[in-house]
């Protein structure tokens, strides 16, 4: 057993083939809205990013000059309506939060910013699923200054 696998197992923490299935899905969603994003252009910078201990970032890209901060949310079938609907106020705000520590350790860097979602609609047995990008979805909040 390596390090790692102890370590992650010490914390309680469960291979992604062990996981809820949930979780599995997610990730699927995950690895084919980075493969959309890296098909349109943009250079995947990092995934499932924790710039703070109570924050993740799904997907961080770039495109020209701009710094895309990417949710991804898969859904089976849109029964219970669209899957950008579970980016709500809560949702926008601890994302918002996750970009600003971001920006904070990478020096501000002289890009523009936005928040992308992508919806995925399928499931890993069904082949390949359904994927929205929404550009531009939502705003940084007021109270996130960045320096000038």
Request: cysteine-free.
């Amino acid at each position: 057993m390596r390090l790692s696998e102890l370590w992650n197992r010490l914390m309680g923490r469960r291979p992604p083939e062990q996981g809820p299935r949930s979780a599995r899905v997610g990730a699927w969603g995950e690895e084919r809205a980075a493969e959309y994003l890296e098909a349109h252009g943009y250079t995947v910078i990092g995934r499932n990013v924790r710039p703070d201990r109570r924050d993740e970032l799904d997907i961080v890209a770039r495109i020209g000059e701009t710094l895309v901060f990417v949710e991804v949310k898969t859904r089976r079938r849109e029964a219970f309506g669209r899957p950008m609907r579970a980016v709500d106020r809560g949702k926008r705000h601890a994302l918002n939060r996750a970009a600003a520590a971001y920006l904070r350790k990478a020096g501000f860097p002289k890009l523009y910013y936005r928040f992308d979602v992508i919806e995925v609609l399928g499931q890993p047995e069904d082949g390949e699923p359904l994927i929205r990008h929404l550009d531009d979805a939502f705003p940084f909040e007021v109270r996130f200054k960045f320096p000038v």
